[in-house]
């Protein structure tokens, strides 16, 4: 797969970008987990109707510099130099995960310029009365949350000594396999080529350290800091009800929300397929929403 590396200066700080193009291509915004990095099959299923898929490492990441303290909607910036420099002035965006927030921030925030917004298995809000954010993520999960607030100096070492381990094993394709047992090798969502794509995220992500990462885990418990009301393009989500990580109630409680969604929850899929299952979907939907 041919992609370009750009990288931009946003107010003293360094952002890597791929594009994946063709330039003539309907654009796309991907964030994901926080790389740049954009799977291959992704990238031809897009080229294939003409939709030019463009990602970038999140401030910390990769090839980025960190931005200690960012929110969730500090992502704007970033994103509308990204669109400055690409010269593009209207696009749509895609967020997976982690990445939901920050899809859903560049909506908010910069209206203008978005032209609708795919979300898969999206984290929702902390704090949220109408959402109780760790259900079904387990009691490790709860502690973890306390010690962010009431501990913040442990939560960091914390996080600092799992991410070495989890950076060891996420960069082997075969630990991927591991992981998936008996699933792996079945279909796409769980193929070599997929393995070797999470491990490449995982390399280059903890290049530089695990302050990327951990920027993205502290703004997950923050204020997004913009209001979903503030969306005006239409937005489709997607959220297997299999998954526990975030289980399906994190999209129920965004598709309330969120003024124009629209609500897919599979029945069969989980974290780990929901999107390559349903990109044929959400690449129809958007061309139909140019």
Request: proline share 7%; charged share 25%.
């Amino acid at each position: 797969m041919d992609s370009a590396l750009t990288i931009i200066e946003v107010d003293g700080h360094e952002i890597a970008v791929e594009d994946a193009g063709p330039d003539s291509g309907f654009p796309v915004l991907v964030h994901h987990g926080g790389s740049r990095h954009l799977f291959a099959g992704a990238v031809a299923a897009a080229r294939a109707s003409d939709v030019r898929l463009i990602s970038y490492d999140r401030p910390g990441q990769g090839r980025s510099t960190p931005q200690p303290g960012r929110t969730v909607a500090d992502c704007a910036r970033d994103v509308r130099a990204i669109f400055h420099a690409l010269d593009i002035t209207r696009a749509a965006v895609w967020g997976v995960s982690s990445g939901g927030p920050y899809a859903l921030a560049t909506a908010a925030l910069l209206p203008e310029h978005v032209a609708s917004v795919c979300l898969f298995a999206s984290l929702g809000p902390y704090g949220e009365p109408e959402l109780d954010f760790a259900e079904g993520m387990g009691d490790r999960f709860r502690e973890q949350i306390r010690v962010f607030f009431e501990e913040p100096e442990k939560a960091r070492a914390d996080f600092r000594a799992e991410s070495a381990d989890w950076a060891a094993l996420g960069s082997s394709p075969d630990w991927w396999l591991q992981r998936w047992g008996d699933r792996a090798g079945t279909d796409d969502a769980h193929s070599r080529e997929t393995a070797e794509y999470l491990a490449l995220i995982n390399r280059d992500g903890y290049a530089e350290g695990d302050e990327g990462w951990w920027e993205d885990w502290r703004a997950s418990f923050l204020p997004w800091r913009f209001s979903l009301a503030a969306i005006r393009a239409p937005v489709a989500l997607w959220h297997g009800l299999q998954d526990t990580s975030p289980p399906p109630e994190h999209s129920r409680w965004l598709a309330r929300h969120i003024p124009q969604a629209a609500a897919h929850f599979p029945p069969d899929e989980d974290h780990t397929n929901v999107e390559e299952n349903n990109r044929r979907a959400a690449i129809d939907w958007v061309r139909e929403h140019i």
